[in-house]
């Protein structure tokens, strides 16, 4: 059996380039650097606060940032690895940690002052919803709030709230 010549050229390998950054990962810059981050679990009964050292680097060519979270008093060790997929016109993040719970998260961007990523949870022995909302209060220093859902989105109670403050 032959082979046509539009059929070789098909077959022919395709030539990748890394293409550069999106400049949309500009959005994510007060992210980067060192933080002493202060946090409220409202969660708890009665909540309760602490502190954790956060760490956002630009990673994979400047296609993602990835944040460490250390929260020693708990012995956990998170990572939220995000980039904007242009074919999505999104934010994309994976949040990880070494007690075993994982969030997909999604983001369109800033609108109307804040940064929020939703997505599903697996966490603490439950599934819900989680929204994640960033606010830069300064140049060095941005509020995170969260917020967990049981029903689908109906109703979002307050899970969270961190302030993060450069070092």
């Not at 293409?19 to 959005?27: F, L």
């Not at 650097?33 to 990673?59: I, L, M, Q």
């Not at 929020?116 to 709030?145: A, P, S």
Request: charged fraction near 25%.
């Amino acid at each position: 059996m032959s082979v046509s010549e539009q059929e070789a050229a098909d077959s022919a390998p395709q030539e990748f380039t890394k293409p550069s950054p999106s400049e949309k990962m500009r959005d994510l810059d007060f992210l980067l650097g060192d933080f002493r981050a202060e946090w409220t679990n409202y969660t708890a009964d009665p909540a309760t606060k602490g502190t954790a050292s956060w760490n956002t680097v630009s990673t994979f060519s400047g296609h993602a940032h990835e944040m460490t979270q250390l929260v020693t008093e708990h012995d956990l060790t998170g990572r939220f690895i995000v980039q904007w997929v242009e074919s999505e016109t999104k934010f994309s993040g994976y949040y990880y940690d070494d007690w075993g719970n994982r969030t997909l998260l999604t983001s369109e961007g800033w609108q109307d002052g804040y940064l929020t990523f939703t997505g599903t949870c697996v966490g603490f022995g439950k599934t819900f919803l989680l929204k994640e909302r960033y606010e830069i209060v300064d140049e060095n220093h941005y509020l995170k709030c969260g917020f967990v859902s049981f029903d689908d989105g109906e109703n979002w109670v307050p899970a969270d709230e961190v302030h993060c403050y450069r070092v």
